[in-house]
């Protein structure tokens, strides 16, 4: 049987400050962009059931009482019969057991048409699982931003339904990103950079060294979305090298957590050499 409060990590008298904490602690760490595991997928989908029923008290007073079952059909046998109402409280329930999958037809589940849509209303922005999906239609609005508004962050002002509005944008967006607001979402267009590289919140920056600092070693300035940092270049390094900077990429939307930056070296050969070059490259090659 399974138990919601347990796949929160909560107790049955956990409050509803706790149970949104919990999901939101639940939701990142099992969240399939974030979180490479076979099983993040159905992990991330029993997340946002057990928080869809646990944050409404009508769902949640059902649950106490008839189980999960109560809102998948099939509970023969567990509490009214099929397609009776009765009084729960406060509020009429009409139950569909044994009937069509998703029991309590005419029950106010909150607004949420499926369970992904929780994700987008507790976080601003939209669930990898959403699409494709089912839903009411809404008008979408286009926003077209730099790379570095993306990455960091804006709050641009502009006119929607003839009405000023300030749109914020949090950082770590993405090209195609969808943020829903009240009544209308609004989908970001990202203008590539012209060196950064971006795959999900990971960074990719090609740096050129010469042929001497590759075969010598030595360090090297190389840029980051944020500042510029020293790298350490290994005596030997052949073109292709990459070197991972942990945590210098592009941040999660409203999370503490970033990607990566991967910096590959590409090896400058000139085209033309002088005299004396030359002589020590052939010295060179007599050594290796």
């Known amino acids: ?29 099992w969240h399939p962009d974030r979180n490479n595991s076979s099983e993040a997928e159905k992990k991330f989908k029993e997340i946002n059931k057990a928080f869809e029923v646990l944050a409404d008290p009508k769902k949640k007073e059902v649950y106490d009482q008839y189980g999960e079952e109560a809102f998948r059909g099939g509970a023969a046998g567990a509490g009214p019969t099929a397609g009776q109402y009765y009084q729960q409280g406060p509020f009429r329930v009409y139950t569909n057991f044994g009937g069509q999958e998703g029991g309590f037809d005419g029950f106010d589940f909150g607004g949420f ?3 992904f849509e929780i994700f987008e209303q507790f976080f601003g922005f939209q669930s990898p699982f959403s699409r494709g999906r089912s839903r009411i239609r809404r ?11 993306a990455v960091k962050g ?4 502009t006119v929607i339904k003839g009405e000023r509005k300030n749109i914020k944008i949090p950082a770590g967006v993405d090209d195609g990103t969808r943020i829903r ?11 590539p950079h012209a060196y950064f590289k971006r795959e999900g919140q ?18 090297v300035e190389v840029e980051t979305i944020d500042n510029p940092v020293s790298l350490k270049v290994r005596p030997g390094t052949q073109s292709g090298t990459t070197v991972r900077l942990r945590g ?8 503490s957590r970033r990607g990566d930056q991967y ?12 005299a004396k070059g030359k002589r020590l490259l052939e010295e060179l090659k007599t050594e290796l």
């Open 1 to 29: 049987m399974v138990d919601y409060y347990e796949i929160l990590g909560i107790s049955k008298n956990a409050t509803e400050a706790e149970i949104k904490s919990a999901y939101r602690k639940q939701a990142l760490k």
């Open 113 to 115: 048409s499926d369970p």
């Open 139 to 149: 008008d979408i609005y286009e926003l077209a931003l730099t790379f570095g508004e």
């Open 154 to 157: 804006v709050e641009k002002t």
């Open 181 to 191: 607001f009240s009544d209308f979402d609004v989908q970001v267009r990202v203008r």
């Open 202 to 219: 990971d960074v990719y920056f090609e740096k050129e060294i010469s042929y001497p600092l590759a075969v010598l070693g030595g360090v």
């Open 248 to 255: 210098q990429g592009i941040p999660y939307p409203n999370s």
């Open 263 to 274: 910096v590959v070296f590409r090896i400058n050969i000139p085209d033309r050499i002088s």
